[in-house]
């Protein structure tokens, strides 16, 4: 993962990473200011990433279903979330 930068979802820019004093981690995007814990921004960037690959992989599917006249395949529902930060390159 580490060729992925974590971004903030509204600037598409990557964050900063602060460290205080007492070893607490923080992101901070430099654009709009937007802070969270270090892990809570993870969360969110890799529940992103793994959202973005499944949509990818439903878009192929239909692609190849789309193709043949034996595979029937019907869309994939899946909620739209929002998210805090995303993942780079995903
Ligand atoms: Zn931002």
């Not at 599917?61 to 019907?74: D, G, H, P, Q, Y």
Request: aromatic share 6%.
């Amino acid at each position: 993962m580490s060729e992925h930068s974590v971004q903030c979802e509204c600037c598409r820019v990557n964050v900063q990473l602060i460290k205080q004093d007492d070893g607490a981690e923080f992101v901070r995007c430099p654009s709009c200011g937007k802070t969270a814990g270090r892990e809570e921004a993870l969360e969110s960037a890799k529940a992103y990433a793994v959202e973005a690959v499944a949509r990818q992989l439903d878009a192929q599917i239909r692609e190849i279903a789309r193709k043949s006249k034996f595979i029937k395949s019907k869309p994939a529902q899946r909620p739209v979330r929002d998210y805090a930060w995303i993942l780079e390159g995903v």
